[in-house]
């Protein structure tokens, strides 16, 4: 099941807080998903919560390539600009969560406080 399976192998390492040999998982899998959106988030989203912002965003901006209308991936995406400190790039994706969802209160107040700053 595992070699059938492998990104359901992934989301279980993740799900169960497995987050360093998750990430070497993926790895050995990264170049069969290149053009897996799933796949990328799930990867961005390890390196996020292993507080790597600077290698999450290419992730996310895979993923984003694949689906950019994926407000979990923007979402996350903007929380690593903001862990580096990158106001304009935060903004950026404040601004496309809210092309998607105008009605997006979280990215209305960020947007907000970041212009403000």
């Known amino acids: 099941g595992l070699f059938s399976y492998p990104k359901r192998h992934l989301k279980k390492l993740v799900k ?5 040999e998750a990430l070497e998982f993926g790895k050995r899998l990264e170049s069969r998903f290149t053009d897996d959106s799933d796949f990328m988030f799930i990867m961005g989203s390890i390196y ?63 947007l907000e406080k970041l212009e403000s700053l």
């Open 48 to 110: 996020y919560i292993l507080e790597d912002s600077k290698k999450a965003i290419p992730y996310f901006e895979r993923s984003l390539s694949i689906n950019n209308n994926d407000v979990e991936t923007l979402t996350l995406k903007t929380n690593a600009h903001l862990a580096l400190q990158q106001k304009t790039e935060a903004i950026e994706c404040c601004k496309k969560i809210l092309q998607i969802q105008p009605d997006n209160y979280e990215a209305h107040g960020l």
């Open 16 to 20: 169960e807080g497995e987050y360093v």
